[in-house]
């Protein structure tokens, strides 16, 4: 007899902790289901603000900074008609247009983004997305048969973003400087190389691309990048435009409209 009352008091105990730990549980659970909840609302709404504050931040650290985006056909088909070339209090005043990736590759929608640039106020130019693996000069030859550039547009720009895999980077520095001679002796510019801040330390910088004009990518909200004598900076991905359905690309060109003018085939 005393065994069997023992049993039976062990066993409320341990119904006892299990519907204390349950409950615990539910609660632990409902707890942290509100706060997930919470800091999603909270970055949903502090996002487009996080946004706007770098814009800010930017544009008073450049007072004479000019606005400009790029676009490719990533943006989908644009509404040139109901284009608002303003962000905020500055106007956008270039563009550059994504014309060619690679030996043979064309942005499907280069040439409409091209013609419906033109008529609006704005700088154009184009770009061109360099493949590390793939032959330079069938590349430059690519972009120069693609982008027709006239006087008045902006000078070319060379996209290089990627290590190479089947080459080192002493090969990959020759090919670049191959693509860069090869448009310039084209276009009779030099041209502008668009590039990540860690890529420009790791494979461009101190190896005789720092003589041309840089445009660098860095999307520290606070900081500036780390790229030496940069003229264009990338500061953000996630700009918003009416008339551009996807996000866009925003940068600040430093300098004002006498660096600009610099920035165009004569």
Known sequence: MPRKKKSGSWNWIVVLIFVVALGSGYFVFKFRKQIERTLGEYTQKSTPLTESLKFEQVFSNFSDGILGIDVSEYQGKIDFAGLQLQLQNRRIEFVVVRATMGKDGVDSRYKRNWEGFRTLPVKRG????????????LQAQNFIKTAKLDSGDMIPVLDIEKHSTIQSKDKLREGLKNWLRI????????????????????VLHNHGFDEYPIWVANYNPILEPETQDWIIWQFSEKGSLPGIREKIDLNVLVGGEEELESLLIQ
């Open 126 to 137: 184009a770009y061109h997305y360099y493949r590390p693996n793939e032959n330079s000069t």
């Open 183 to 202: 448009v310039e002796e084209h276009y009779g510019v030099k041209p502008m190389i668009y590039t990540g801040d860690s890529f420009f330390w790791e």
